[in-house]
């Protein structure tokens, strides 16, 4: 079956900076990569997400490349703020529709 | 749009009884449903992929007769945990994905955090 490894586990970067976390999956057939941000005693909440006929898609100050051939994607944020502080996951996907998660990346904004 | 409830938001129970948990989805029918279960700083792990009119899939080492899933309509799934002990206690959270969107799509309830004493 499908594997996501995400990295890193932590995250800690000061107000304004960029972040970057990047997850690998194993299943070629995986063509739908979602980010999720989950706040604390809360469920995930969709923030981006990538198919595989698309290398890059960008939503205002969140981005995420894929790059089908090395099976690996990335989620960028710029300009972070405090109010970005959550845990964020990846998630890869085939058509069925089961989504594996990667083991998720605490991020902390400092302000 | 897209929005996906769940109820109870939390429970607590003694240990040995049942605990049903209720997944809807608000504005949009769901022929799919998933459950998924998350230990305090850990990933989700799905537990089962819950289709309307149909019995659920569960996943390897879930016990179907422990985690007991109904999908009765396009708008609502239910999760009984029977006969709940101590390492029952989880977030459990569900997701749905809309009839009319891409296979993968999916959109997460606010989870349920179970305590059984």
């Known amino acids: 079956g499908e594997n996501v490894e995400q990295h890193p586990s932590t995250l800690s970067v000061q107000e304004g900076d960029s972040a970057v976390i990047k997850c690998t999956y194993s299943?070629?057939?995986?063509?739908?990569f979602p980010w999720y941000k989950q706040e604390l005693g809360k469920g995930p909440q969709l923030i981006i997400d990538?198919?595989?006929?698309?290398g890059e898609k960008k939503d205002q100050r969140i981005a995420v490349t894929l790059n089908k051939t090395a099976k690996h994607f990335s989620l960028h944020i710029t300009e972070t703020q405090p109010e970005d502080s959550a845990v964020y996951f990846c998630?890869?996907?085939?058509?069925?529709?089961?989504?594996?998660f990667g083991q998720g990346t605490i991020l902390t904004v400092h302000p | 749009g897209a929005v996906v409830s769940q109820h109870p938001s939390w429970v607590i129970c003694k240990s040995g009884t049942s605990v049903k948990i209720e997944c809807r989805s608000l504005d949009f029918q769901a022929t799919t449903m998933f459950w998924y279960r998350q230990f305090p700083k850990q990933s989700l792990m799905l537990m089962a992929t819950s289709n309307e009119g149909s019995k659920a899939t569960y996943e390897q080492g879930v016990e179907k007769d422990k985690f007991l899933i109904n999908h009765a309509s396009l708008t609502l799934s239910t999760l009984t945990v029977t006969s709940a002990h101590p390492e029952d206690s989880s977030f459990y959270i569900c997701s749905a994905c809309p009839t009319s969107g891409g296979a993968s799509e999916q959109f997460f309830g606010p989870g349920t955090r179970l305590t059984v004493l």
């Open positions: 299943d070629s057939a995986s063509n739908y």
């Open positions: 998630a890869a996907s085939t058509s069925y529709g089961k989504l594996t």
């Open positions: 990538i198919r595989s006929n698309v």
